[in-house]
């Protein structure tokens, strides 16, 4: 057998120490590649990619360089839980720090709607509108970051959020789910996606008292895994046409029990820009105590397959540029188009983990950018709830 020759313009690559050499008969170029997969002393403040405004937001936290946590997924249980409690209260002052004094949102109300989840146990709704608007709006129904481990609906960060979100003309949800630790803990899967999938019930059974046309699920981080595990639940008790669509924020969905996985090189690019893998290996270790639903997709969505997949709603799967949980919400978009399944993807350059979300300060137009990203998704849903109904 014969083979071609090779064209002398074709290009070798080979890796050495974080540089890529490209070699030809007529040049060679050496590309960097990017974060702590070119440099492993890389930092968030050090990267070029970074948006500087970001960097100097971050700057007063030292929250830069290498992390020795005195508790592992190897720990006892009761330790992890005491160090995440600690950790949920150090988030939460970096969020009021992140959100105060930010320009307050006018022409929204708001309430709490207490119902009973599927445990018999207590879910406060967070419930935001437009003042005086009679029409009938869509609805986002917002999920809380936090590693389904830690956080509040409650949160600062998170009520400006949807206060923002409902003033460009929608129904906003907020759901105070149960968490695997923290104020809200200490319950494991599947409590925290049984109240989310609660929640949904209870607005779609009561959309014309809402004055809502059809809902969006939407979440970032944790909330993203939530928001597309509640969908794969919702298909799997046959109850998909209350969901027009998901809008997935930096989806924190890949098994962290494990190590990680070379198929996400994000996972080393990004490790340590805000947060790490550390931190989201021992979250993970509370929510899934034991790996015991390592494979189970409604507790880690990134095990769904084609048949788990196929027929879901339309989806958005939003990911930050240099957020280590970038590659597993891009593949997770993949896998719904091989699917069949309507989904759109993109990336906020420049960004660390949820910054779209958390940074309305040092970042508006980023902020204001993913809030009207959002509104245009649930908007364009309306003339496919209409068909479908």
Not at 18 to 37: A, E, H, N, R, Y
Not at 58 to 77: H, I, Q, T
Request: hydrophobic share 40%; with cysteine; proline share 7%.
């Amino acid at each position: 057998m014969t083979y071609p020759k090779k064209d002398p313009r074709s290009i070798d690559l080979v890796k050495d120490a974080g540089v890529i050499t490209s070699s030809s008969v007529d040049q060679k170029m050496k590309f960097q590649l990017p974060g702590k997969l070119g440099d492993p002393l890389s930092e968030f403040s050090t990267d070029p990619r970074a948006d500087p405004r970001l960097v100097a937001a971050l700057a007063p936290f030292k929250m830069e360089g290498p992390v020795e946590l005195p508790v592992s997924p190897a720990s006892a249980y009761q330790d992890r839980l005491d160090w995440l409690a600690e950790t949920e209260g150090m988030f939460e002052g970096l969020f009021q720090i992140l959100a105060a004094d930010v320009k307050p949102v006018v022409g929204v109300e708001q309430r709490i709607e207490v119902i009973k989840g599927a445990d018999d146990n207590t879910i406060n709704l967070h419930i935001h509108r437009p003042i005086g608007c009679s029409e009938t709006l869509p609805c986002v129904y917002h999920i809380h970051g936090g590693g389904m481990a830690m956080l509040q609906a409650c949160d600062p960060v998170y009520n400006y959020f949807r206060d923002s979100l409902a003033a460009l003309g929608m129904v906003v949800i907020g759901v105070e789910f149960r968490n695997s630790g923290g104020k809200l803990g200490n319950h494991p899967f599947p409590a925290g996606l049984n109240d989310c999938l609660s929640g949904l019930q209870w607005a779609f059974t009561n959309k014309a008292h809402l004055g809502i046309s059809h809902i969006v699920l939407s979440g970032e981080s944790g909330g993203g895994h939530l928001a597309l595990a509640t969908c794969l639940k919702a298909k799997k008790i046959n109850e998909l046409h209350s969901i027009a669509g998901v809008y997935a924020m930096c989806p924190m969905i890949f098994n962290a029990n494990n190590d990680k996985s070379t198929e996400f090189p994000s996972q080393i690019e990004n490790d340590g820009y805000f947060i790490n893998y550390p931190i989201i290996q021992l979250c993970a270790s509370l929510y899934n105590p034991n790996n015991t639903q390592a494979n189970n997709p409604l507790c880690w969505p990134i095990m769904a397959n084609n048949e788990d997949l196929c027929g879901l709603p339309p989806h958005m799967i939003s990911v930050n540029e240099m957020d280590l949980f970038r590659d597993e919400g891009l593949k997770y978009y993949r896998n719904l188009l091989a699917a069949g399944v309507k989904a759109s993807s993109r990336t906020v350059n420049g960004t660390c983990h949820s910054a779209d979300v958390i940074f309305p300060n040092a970042a508006p137009d980023i902020f204001a950018a993913t809030l009207w990203d959002i509104y245009g998704f649930t908007l364009s849903l309306c003339s496919e709830e209409t068909t479908n109904n």
